[in-house]
């Protein structure tokens, strides 16, 4: 089941903040945000796992509400270079996904930093 | 840094026509991952190993596509006979262990199917 981005865009001008929300309908074990420029591979921000472990950046923050199915990805200050296509990319595990522990991404969320 | 490498970037081909893309992962990452993304779209998995191994090709249509990674490292995902609707981003990944581990990206194939 593919998670459900919203917004699915947001323009800001440099210095505000947004937020990008993913939700699943299925338990999750992992959240994984990454942001795609056009033409390029996505690049990793942020994995946070049941439990309460996160992985990422300095500058980037998130949750994650087991309870709930949810996401949240929080930018700050936002700058120029923040623009960009941001995905999640949820993980069950071998009990709640038929036997795979893949990702599955959402359509992903596009944020527009202008000047 | 160490990076996943793929060729080639770009590959413009003919309907029926057979392709191929390769994939070197990050040195020591067991689990590679194939993803085809179209425009507009999230990744979506079509395959993922583990070391040499199969752990999930449920969403590749084996009609026409294979992929391999013989002797662990390396991976070719093959398209044979290319069709219109394979036009996409195909991106190979890689992760130390599990899917619960970061996925680092290359940097794509751009297939154009004409």
Excluded at chain 1, 76 to 87: I, N
Excluded at chain 2, 63 to 75: C, Q
Aim: with cysteine; net charge neutral.
């Amino acid at each position: 089941q593919q998670p459900v981005q919203s917004p699915q865009a947001v323009i800001l001008r440099e210095g505000e903040d947004a937020v990008i929300n993913c939700s699943s309908s299925k338990a999750l074990y992992s959240v994984h945000w990454y942001r795609q420029k056009h033409g390029e591979a996505p690049v990793f921000l942020m994995i946070l796992l049941k439990g309460g472990e996160q992985k990422g950046h300095e500058k980037i923050s998130a949750s994650f509400n087991e309870k709930k199915q949810q996401s949240s990805l929080y930018l700050t200050a936002s700058q120029l270079s923040y623009s960009g296509t941001y995905f999640c990319g949820t993980g069950g595990n071998l009990l709640t996904q038929g036997g795979s522990e893949k990702l599955v991404f959402g359509k992903g969320t596009k944020l527009t930093v202008n000047p | 840094e160490a990076e996943v490498a793929q060729s080639p970037r770009y590959k413009i081909t003919e309907k029926s026509q057979a392709v191929a893309f390769w994939c070197d992962p990050i040195s020591g990452h067991a689990t590679l991952y194939w993803y085809r993304q179209i425009l507009g779209q999230g990744p979506e998995l079509l395959v993922q190993f583990q070391d040499e191994s199969v752990v999930d090709d449920s969403q590749l249509p084996k009609d026409r596509f294979s992929a391999e990674r013989l002797k662990g490292v390396d991976s070719t995902l093959k398209i044979q006979p290319a069709e219109l609707g394979d036009s996409a981003m195909y991106l190979c990944a890689s992760s130390p262990q599990t899917t619960r581990d970061t996925q680092y990206f290359g940097p794509g194939t751009r297939l154009t199917v004409l």
